[in-house]
């Protein structure tokens, strides 16, 4: 029993920590982008900004993240959020400004505002691009997760170093297993969330 609770109690604080940072990282993520729509030049320093911390290697990034941050929770959300960014941003920005110009001409001609046509335009057609990104954030969070068990932010990832330290196959599996069953949940999930979202007319 105690072993269960130890898992259930490293399975939580994964899922917190994983999707706690994907959200901070959507809601940084999107306002970026939109601004990045009207000012080339912060396009360019957004996407070359998260292009440079994603050439970093994951486990790079969490050392780095250490001396100015310290250990514990925040230090790992910040670390794993800095890989996660790019994919969203990179993505976003891909399926906004792929919209078709002559819907973009077509909303103009008949009226809709700025905001209009971004709601109901632009963000609709850039939905699967998306959530592939976010898809993607997600799953890169769930492997870096484990990483930041290093810097004492807890979750499946202890029981996994706990496990090779001691040569422990048992424990390494009942860390690396419920590990491997989330980040399969989370891509049927926001599979799922996607073809729900997704308006019909912009399915080919």
């Not at 486990?59 to 959020?81: D, E, K, Q, S, W």
């Not at 400004?97 to 905001?115: C, F, H, K, R």
Request: proline share 5%.
């Amino acid at each position: 029993m105690a072993a269960t609770a130890m898992i259930l109690e490293a399975t939580w604080e994964h899922i917190v920590l994983v999707y706690t940072t994907l959200l901070i990282s959507i809601l940084i993520a999107l306002p970026l982008v939109f601004a990045s729509l009207y000012n080339q030049r912060l396009a360019s320093v957004v996407m070359n900004f998260a292009n440079l911390v994603q050439a970093v290697p994951s486990f790079a990034v969490i050392a780095i993240v250490v001396p100015f941050l310290g250990i514990g929770f925040v230090p790992a959300l910040i670390a794993i959020m800095l890989r996660a960014l790019l994919p969203i941003i990179k993505n976003t920005y891909i399926g906004l400004t792929s919209v078709d110009p002559a819907l973009i001409d077509y909303a103009n001609g008949i009226g809709l505002s700025e905001w209009q046509i971004q709601r109901y335009i632009r963000l609709p057609n850039a939905y699967p691009a998306m959530f592939a990104g976010i898809k993607f954030a997600a799953i890169l969070a769930n492997s870096i997760a484990v990483l930041t068990a290093f810097i004492g932010s807890g979750g499946l990832g202890e029981i996994i170093f706990q496990g090779l330290i001691g040569y422990n196959t048992g424990k390494l599996l009942s860390g690396a297993i419920p590990a491997i069953v989330l980040a399969l949940l989370i891509d049927y999930s926001f599979t799922r969330l996607e073809k729900k979202l997704t308006p019909q007319y912009t399915k080919s």
